[in-house]
């Protein structure tokens, strides 16, 4: 168990549709990071919050929308789900705004049908 | 357990054998450099960092090695075991960047055989 925690693990929905991904830091880390990873992209950075505030954005589609709470957990909603928004989501926490450190969740897997 | 990449590089190696894994990253300013093993189904798990101001670092059966001139990172694997076997991510660390800190890389399958 890394410390991080994603939910749900799996999720299947329809195209179209609307869902939140949840992600909780491991104790006492600031930061968290989403990133997405598909067959043929590799792991592709997403957005990052800190301490409750975006830091730093990537290549995060217009549909795709993130924000962290004043607990530090952070949910990533995906919206107008299309075949192409199949893949697996992941949450890493730091303890700092930048640096090494990150450590990631176990990853949710989304398969839009 | 779920395959992470089916169009990965494949790097196939006799159990006991040394692997190396190299990488080359794309950002000449990058501060900070690590290596990431990610096994079937779970998330990426931190190997082993170098700073942008070091050469080489060694770890526990690792190694990483650092050539800034060519943008070349390896990861060095001693005595390679079935457990290594997994995909590796090297991915680099640009402080002063707004599009966000870890950038990785494609990624290498390793197998090792028994």
């Known amino acids: 168990d890394s410390g991080v925690t994603q939910t749900p693990k799996h999720l299947i929905t329809a195209t179209g549709q609307r869902v939140t991904l949840r992600c909780s830091p491991r104790s006492g880390d600031l930061s968290v990071y989403w990133y997405q990873q598909s067959l043929d992209q590799g792991l592709q950075f997403l957005i990052q919050y800190y301490n409750g505030e975006e830091r730093a954005k990537g290549n995060i589609l217009e549909r795709f929308s993130a924000q962290q709470f004043p607990d530090l957990h952070s949910e990533l909603n995906l919206s107008s789900l299309e075949l192409g928004d199949s893949a697996l989501y992941f949450c890493?926490?730091?303890?700092?705004?930048?640096?090494?450190?990150?450590?990631f969740g176990s990853g949710t897997r989304l398969t839009v049908v | 357990g779920e395959s992470v990449g089916l169009h990965l590089p494949t790097l196939s190696v006799q159990e006991g054998d040394n692997s190396i894994i190299n990488c080359a990253y794309s950002n000449s300013a990058s501060d900070y450099f690590i290596w990431y093993k990610q096994e079937s189904g779970k998330g990426p798990q931190f190997i082993i960092d170098i700073r942008s101001n070091m050469d080489k670092r060694q770890g526990q059966r690792v190694t990483v090695l650092l050539n800034k001139t060519v943008k070349h990172l390896s990861l060095q694997i001693a005595a390679t075991q079935p457990g290594d076997s997994a995909v590796y991510f090297c991915a680099e660390i640009f402080y002063g960047g707004s599009q966000g800190n870890l950038i990785f890389g494609k990624g290498t399958k390793l197998s090792v055989k028994p």
């Open positions: 890493a926490s730091s303890l700092q705004g930048t640096g090494g450190g990150y450590t």
